[in-house]
């Protein structure tokens, strides 16, 4: 159950209730695609960092452990020791972005596994009785996320699959959350906007899905390719023919920059790979801009990465130490980098509710962004 708690132009600060506790709104998911976040970072770690909700993926789960076993170990919250939200995508992206050989058909998508080659089907229903089997808090449909420089035709005949692929994705969760051994009856199932950069195309999906009364809204393929002005059009062309009352969530995005343009165009959910990835090469976020710590200036910097920040590695360590982990390829290094990043992107997440809360996020978004721009160094 969503409750919108306030609006400041189409800004939205919400309250998300769910069977694994209330998620606040606006919220960065911090990415763990194989039930851990890439970097040695624990479900202990998340809970110091402020992590509110974790996202796994459906698709590499089940190619490995396999979703079967996650489900006799008790589900991912058991097995993974999280006992907050959970949002597991579809296995679509992956499908459409890893499999080299694959064939799209009104069932499903035949392709090969990227691990061992394998054969693997996955439609609707199959992606449904896998996240059963995972028993996330949050559900996404199956879909085809087509090339954001896909054609028109092929755009639109895309999207129409993926409108019925929807209809067989609630009626599959309908059926499966009525079974006796299903882990979590309460599994919400969240729909996915798609339509390239056509915003008619768009607009047009919103509608319809809208219509179908899910538990939350995405849009979906962007961050694909298309430059960032793209993808704000593309936002406030679709956002508006979303249902205000339910959860917007845009998949896959992005920098901080991004965030704040996306709760500004109404926006609730983001997830990105970037603090976890950047983090892992020793790129940083700061309230002054991105740092590298490769640079050889740091070499003797005894500072902590930001000065202020609460993350485990600013409360202990210095710039030049963290430096030198990094450079003689400690895990530790990369640990320490990691934890910065996500605790940076949920506190700046926190300001955003904070701000909206105070009827000043315009003012707050302005100056995070003057902020930010003074460059990376």
């Known amino acids: ?115 061992d080659g394998r054969k693997i089907f996955m439609g609707p229903e199959e992606s449904m009785r896998i996240q059963s089997n995972l028993a996330s ?16 035709a092929y755009v639109q005949a895309s999207v129409d699959r993926t409108t019925r692929w929807l209809t067989r994705c609630k009626e599959e969760m309908k059926r499966l959350n009525g079974l006796e051994d299903t882990i979590n009856k309460n599994q919400l199932l969240f729909a996915i906007n ?29 961050a694909v390719g298309e430059s960032h002005e793209e993808m704000y059009y593309i936002l406030e062309e679709t956002v508006p023919y979303l249902p205000v009352d339910k959860p917007t969530y845009l998949m896959g995005v992005g920098t901080p920059a991004n965030i704040l343009e996306g709760v500004e165009r109404g926006v609730d959910f983001f997830d990105c790979v970037y603090p976890s990835r950047n983090g892992r090469h020793g790129h940083l976020y700061t309230n002054q801009g991105k740092i590298n710590l490769f640079n050889a200036k740091y070499e003797t910097d005894g500072r902590p990465i930001e000065e202020g920040c609460g993350c485990p590695a600013c409360r202990r360590y210095s710039r030049a130490y963290i430096r030198h982990l990094l450079k003689a390829k400690e895990m530790l290094g990369m640990r320490l980098c990691v934890l910065h990043n996500l605790y940076f992107y949920n506190t700046m997440m926190e300001e955003i509710r904070e701000a909206l809360d105070e009827g000043r996020f315009a003012e707050y978004k302005k100056g995070k962004l003057a902020r930010m721009d003074i460059g990376s160094n």
């Open 1 to 115: 159950m969503y409750h919108l708690l306030k609006q400041e132009g189409r800004a939205k600060r919400g309250e998300f209730h769910t069977v694994h506790g209330t998620i606040q709104t606006p919220v960065f998911m911090n990415v763990g695609t194989a039930a851990a976040i890439k970097g040695a970072v624990s479900t202990q770690d998340l809970e110091g960092i402020k992590t509110q909700v974790e996202l796994s993926n459906t698709y590499h789960l089940h190619v490995r452990p396999g979703d079967e076993i996650v489900k006799a170990m008790g589900g991912l919250h058991k097995f993974m020791s999280w006992d907050k939200p959970i949002l597991t995508d579809s296995g679509g992206f992956q499908v459409f972005s890893l499999a080299s050989l694959r064939k799209i058909k009104e069932e499903g998508v035949y392709f090969n596994s990227h691990v």
């Open 137 to 152: 808090t949050i559900a996404m449909a199956f879909d085809e996320c087509p090339s954001s420089r896909a054609d028109r």
């Open 194 to 222: 798609q339509g390239a950069v056509f915003s008619d195309i768009r607009v047009e999906h919103a509608k319809r899905i809208s219509e179908m009364e899910l538990d939350g809204y995405a849009i979906g393929g962007l």
